[in-house]
C-alpha cells in the first residue's frame, strides 16, 4: 500500500536552533498515525510544516505521490488536509453552524450571493447539523447556539466534527484531549474512531500514552528533530515508547529504518 503522505529529509531552522532535522514521515490510508515526543523534540515543527503553517528550508512533501508546497494553512485544506488544533481555533461568540463553515461559507445562489454576498443560512446549518449527527453529537439542541456556551467536549466535537466534514484526504489532530475530563476524552476519542470508520486517515499528536495506545494503528516516535522509529502498540508496551522517545532505550535497527 503506497502512503497517502510522506515527507522526506525535512529540515526547519530558527536561527541557530534546528527544530526539523532531515526529519521523514509517512502516513497510510485508513490508519491513525500517534505522534509522540518529548517536548521540543519537533513534534509540532513537522506537523506545522504538513499542514502548512510554516515552510520547511529543505525537504519534500508528497500527497498521494504528487508533491506539494503549502504556503498557508488555508493552501493545505484546500487540498484536502484539516487540522484541529489544540486551542481548536473556534470564535465562542459565533453559532456552531457559523463556526462549522468559518472562512468557507456559503453564498446564496443568484444575484443575492453574487452581488449582494448574502449567506445561505439555511443551507448552512442543514449541512453543519447532519455533520453533527453523523458523528453523535446531536446531544446540541440548537445549531445556532453560541460555541461558548458548550463543553469542552461539545466544542471539541464541534472542531471534530468541522474537520471531519471538510477533510476530504486526511485530518490532523494536535492534542485532542489535552483540556479534558475522563468523560469528555473518551468522547473525543469515540469520535476520532468515527472518523477513522468513515475512510479518513488521522495524525494524532498527543502526551497521552493510555489514549495513544488505544486508538493507533502506528506510533511515529519523534526525536531530536526528526523520526526515531515507527511502532506498531501490539508488539511494544507503553514504557517501551517512553524509553525510546527520552533516548533512555535504543530501538531495534530494523524499527529505527521503517
Given at each position: 500500500m503506497e502512503p497517502i503522505l510522506t515527507a522526506r529529509g525535512l529540515v526547519k531552522r530558527y536561527g541557530r536552533v534546528t527544530a526539523l532535522d532531515n526529519a521523514d514521515f509517512d502516513l497510510y490510508p485508513g490508519e491513525i498515525l500517534a505522534v509522540i515526543g518529548d517536548n521540543g523534540a519537533g513534534k509540532?515543527?513537522?506537523?506545522?510544516?504538513?499542514?502548512?503553517?510554516?515552510?520547511?528550508?529543505?525537504?519534500?512533501?508528497?500527497?498521494?505521490?504528487?508533491?506539494?508546497?503549502?504556503?498557508?494553512?488555508?493552501?493545505?485544506?484546500?487540498?484536502?488536509?484539516?487540522?484541529?488544533?489544540?486551542?481548536?481555533?473556534?470564535?465562542?461568540?459565533?453559532?456552531?453552524a457559523d463556526n462549522m463553515f468559518l472562512g468557507r461559507e456559503i453564498r446564496r445562489s443568484g444575484p443575492l450571493g453574487q452581488f449582494f454576498r448574502m449567506l445561505d443560512r439555511p443551507k448552512m446549518e442543514k449541512i453543519a447539523r447532519e455533520k453533527l449527527s453523523e458523528l453523535g453529537l446531536m446531544t446540541i439542541q440548537?445549531?445556532?447556539?453560541?460555541?461558548?456556551?458548550?463543553?469542552?467536549?461539545?466544542?471539541?466535537?464541534?472542531?471534530?466534527?468541522?474537520?471531519?466534514?471538510?477533510?476530504?484526504?486526511?485530518?490532523?489532530?494536535?492534542?485532542?484531549?489535552?483540556?479534558?475530563?475522563?468523560?469528555?476524552?473518551?468522547?473525543?476519542?469515540?469520535?476520532?474512531?468515527?472518523?477513522?470508520r468513515r475512510g479518513l486517515p488521522i495524525v494524532l499528536i498527543s502526551h497521552n500514552m493510555p489514549h495513544v495506545f488505544e486508538v493507533a494503528d502506528r506510533?511515529?516516535?519523534?526525536?531530536?528533530?526528526?523520526?526515531?522509529?515507527?511502532?506498531?502498540?501490539?508488539?511494544?508496551?507503553?514504557?517501551?515508547?517512553?524509553?525510546?522517545?527520552t533516548g533512555a532505550k535504543v530501538p531495534p535497527e530494523a524499527m529505527a529504518a521503517a
Open positions: 509540532s515543527s513537522l506537523i506545522k510544516a504538513i499542514s502548512g503553517a510554516i515552510r520547511p528550508d529543505e525537504g519534500e512533501i508528497r500527497l498521494e505521490g504528487k508533491p506539494v508546497s503549502f504556503s498557508s494553512p488555508m493552501e493545505a485544506r484546500e487540498a484536502g488536509i484539516e487540522t484541529v488544533y489544540q486551542n481548536l481555533a473556534l470564535s465562542p461568540a459565533l453559532s456552531i440548537n445549531i445556532n447556539q453560541a460555541v461558548e456556551t458548550l463543553s469542552g467536549g461539545q466544542r471539541q466535537g464541534v472542531a471534530v466534527a468541522r474537520a471531519a466534514a471538510f477533510g476530504s484526504k486526511l485530518v490532523i489532530m494536535d492534542e485532542p484531549t489535552a483540556a479534558l475530563g475522563v468523560k469528555e476524552s473518551r468522547k473525543v476519542l469515540e469520535l476520532i474512531l468515527d472518523v477513522r506510533i511515529h516516535i519523534h526525536r531530536l528533530g526528526k523520526r526515531l522509529c515507527v511502532i506498531n502498540p501490539k508488539d511494544y508496551t507503553m514504557s517501551d515508547a517512553v524509553a525510546f522517545m
